[in-house]
């Protein structure tokens, strides 16, 4: 049987995970911040991949790897299957989850919706914050993804757009 | 009559969103190695690993207290009781166990035989002084610094230092009286 543990130990292990890298850490080096979450990420990633190919043949090509990721990786981790694919067979694909999980209970801090007096400005301010704040925490599955090609022999860069929220896609740039 | 509190978490694990425990254990061990490489010190890593639990500890209590139905301990023994069979449960799927309870009743040691934190896990001899799984004495220090119990909670077997059980010692400092933010006449 497979060992489970309540939904929110991994939501809580995260959240304070990224808290702690942007907050206390490197609170003024975002950037640092950001390839600390990114490598634990990568860990994991390479990790999880190593285990759930155990018992599988070499894949042929990138795009079956990809495929891979998208469906047994993706439901090992979410219950689900990435919902679209797309690729310019080129070396870029575009993986998307229509409701990214992980994205769905991040709240943002309210306090910092109060600073500034004039309008447009703590809209703005508060908009980039709550931007921020998501991209913090799409560092993570982002290097999972890396983590987890990178074991299956492909060197890649994975960027994510949330340009369509709930939906998240993983840009996956394959490195010639 | 009040209801009965559960005296197990077994319904409430099985009723919960659950995931993958290999994706928690691995994230967590990650966090480990990281905090390692870029804190340097062991002792660090042991302290921040506590910080990271006692912030968790003050959230996930209300999580407990919606989720598992528990009512007003009477005691700090009915305490430990609640955290070692409903609390572990609920949240990581193993069960605890409490013992050497102290002659005032404020001090004991909750033991955990299965620890899903330590599963694929092995210290290589330069993490000497590392309380791997110290994020979990923060997690209940936390909750129950938010349920106005101040404790101190320490590591006293460990597994990956060679014992045969983990064993938290859990020790209730000071019961701080509950203070309402409004009065009642107005």
Redesign the interface.
């Known amino acids: 049987m497979?060992?489970?543990?309540?939904?929110?130990?991994?939501d809580?292990?995260?959240t304070?995970?990224v808290?702690?890298y942007c907050n206390r850490?490197y609170a003024n080096k975002p950037e640092l911040a950001a390839r600390?979450i990114e490598?634990?990420?990568y860990?994991?990633g390479h990790?999880?991949s190593e285990?759930y190919t155990m018992e599988r043949p070499r894949f042929s090509d990138h795009l079956e790897a990809i495929k891979f990721i998208c469906k047994d990786f993706w439901t090992?981790?979410f219950?689900k299957q990435i919902d679209n694919l797309k690729t310019n067979h080129r070396g870029t694909f575009v993986l998307q989850d229509n409701k990214f999980p992980w994205l769905e209970r991040i709240s943002i801090d309210p306090s910092t919706d109060k600073v500034n007096s004039a309008e447009d400005d703590s809209f703005t301010t508060a908009e980039n914050k709550a931007a921020s704040t998501i991209s913090m925490h799409l560092y993570y599955p982002c290097g999972i993804i890396r983590g987890a090609l990178s074991n299956l022999g492909i060197t890649c860069a994975v960027t994510a757009d949330i340009s369509n929220l709930p939906a998240c896609s993983f840009v996956v740039r394959v490195k010639a | 009559m009040a209801p009965v509190a559960p005296r197990s978490g077994d319904a409430i694990f099985a009723n919960i969103e659950r995931v993958n425990a290999e994706l928690f254990t691995l994230t967590y061990g990650a966090i480990v190695r990281q905090l390692l490489t870029d804190l340097e010190e062991v002792e660090e890593v042991n302290k921040q690993l506590e910080q990271m639990g006692y912030n968790i500890g003050i959230r996930l209590i209300d999580e407990f207290l919606a989720k598992s139905n528990v009512s007003r301990c009477v005691d700090f023994r009915e305490t430990a009781d609640v955290i070692a069979k409903v609390g572990f449960k609920m949240f990581l799927g193993v069960t605890a166990s409490v013992s050497n309870w102290d002659a005032e009743g404020t001090c004991c040691s909750i033991i955990l035989e299965d620890n899903p934190l330590v599963d694929f896990v092995e210290l290589p001899d330069t993490c000497q002084g590392l309380y791997y799984c110290n994020m979990l004495s923060g997690v209940i220090r936390g909750a129950l610094e938010m349920v106005s119990m101040k404790t101190e909670v320490t590591w006293i077997r460990d597994v990956l230092r060679g014992d045969d059980v983990f064993e938290l010692q859990v020790k209730l400092l000071k019961q701080v009286p509950e203070e309402y933010p409004y009065k009642d006449d107005e």
């Open positions: 497979v060992r489970e543990v309540a939904e929110s130990c991994v809580s292990l995260l304070e995970m808290a702690s850490f600390r490598a634990i990420g860990q994991v990790q999880l285990r090992e981790l219950k």
